[in-house]
């Protein structure tokens, strides 16, 4: 019986080592690549490269206001169509579970997720640049609403099975009708799941460079006509990291700082979001 015990034991033992060098093994490259942007981009920021135009070629300093404002425009407007049509997809889906249509289109939604986001954005270029005539933000936060869906709709369908059906049923009983039990009653029991899948889904898309190639495009001014080219951080990052001269390398890991920190700063909100309004059944 000890002999068991401690052949148990030992696996138990070895199993957990083995864990633990698993997640050393992942997260140490994460903290390595953190690390070497914090290294070569922190020695850049300072305000004036947040509140600057880029400079011409040739000439030193400048800054990514225009990628910023950019950037800002471009998510909140991928935000605005993707989390609507989103949440309802995700409602409908734990709604409706066992139907026909429910398989159909899980199964695009399931293919929508796995289409590369360079096959993404020259759909986009197909259906909204080239009809128009011009590169515009609009196109560039249609194509990141479309990659943003699959998160939003799975997060809020996944969330919401898991609330209890008791709580449906109670509110029902009660003679509350249906539309406003799921808004007032299943939607707030699951809204940590939901902000959860938006909040990831915003972060990302935030670094996604090659649906804006062929759709926003870049603009080195400062615009916020949204029927017109516009830069992004992702645009302006990349630019500069393909350019051969120095300073824009600089100026690209200065860029990569934020976008990262932007990044971290997104994935810390779901966490608080999801601590703050987890709903105890």
């Keep these: 019986m000890k002999e068991k015990i401690k052949f148990r034991e030992s696996r138990s033992g070895a199993f957990r080592a083995l864990v633990i060098l698993l997640t050393v093994v992942t997260v140490v490259p994460l903290v390595a690549v953190l690390y070497y942007i914090f290294r070569k981009g922190i020695s850049v920021i300072d305000w004036h490269f947040l509140v600057s135009l880029p400079k011409p070629v040739g000439e030193a300093g400048g800054g990514i206001f225009n990628a910023l404002i950019g950037s800002i425009l471009i998510i909140i407007m991928a935000a605005v169509i993707a989390?609507?049509?989103?949440?309802?997809?995700?409602?409908?889906?734990?709604?409706?579970?066992?139907?026909?249509?429910?398989?159909?289109?899980?199964?695009?939604?399931?293919?929508?997720?796995?289409?590369?986001?360079?096959?993404?954005?020259?759909?986009?270029?197909?259906?909204?640049?080239?009809?128009?005539?011009?590169?515009?933000?609009?196109?560039?936060?249609?194509?990141?609403?479309?990659?943003?869906?699959?998160?939003?709709?799975?997060s809020t369908e996944e969330t919401l099975k898991l609330v209890p059906p008791t709580l449906k049923e109670a509110s029902l009983a009660l003679g509350v009708p249906y539309y406003k039990t799921i808004l007032w009653v299943i939607v707030p029991a699951g809204l940590s799941g939901i902000l959860n899948g938006i909040i990831l889904g915003v972060a990302r898309v935030a670094g996604e460079t090659a649906p804006l190639l062929f759709t926003a495009f870049g603009n080195p001014f400062l615009s916020a006509n949204i029927f017109k080219p516009i830069a992004s951080l992702p645009l302006i990052i990349f630019n500069y990291a393909i350019s051969p001269y120095d300073e824009w390398h600089r100026l690209a890991w200065g860029a990569s700082f934020i976008l990262v920190v932007i990044v971290l700063t997104l994935n810390i909100l779901t966490k608080l979001a999801e601590r703050k309004w987890k709903v105890q059944f």
């Excluded at 899980?106 to 640049?129: C, E, R, T």
């Design 83 to 154: 989390v609507p049509l989103g949440v309802t997809s995700g409602i409908y889906f734990s709604e409706n579970s066992k139907t026909r249509i429910y398989n159909i289109a899980h199964l695009f939604v399931d293919v929508l997720q796995g289409i590369p986001s360079i096959v993404m954005g020259i759909l986009v270029y197909l259906w909204f640049v080239k009809p128009f005539g011009h590169f515009s933000a609009v196109s560039g936060s249609i194509a990141l609403a479309f990659m943003m869906l699959p998160s939003i709709i799975k």
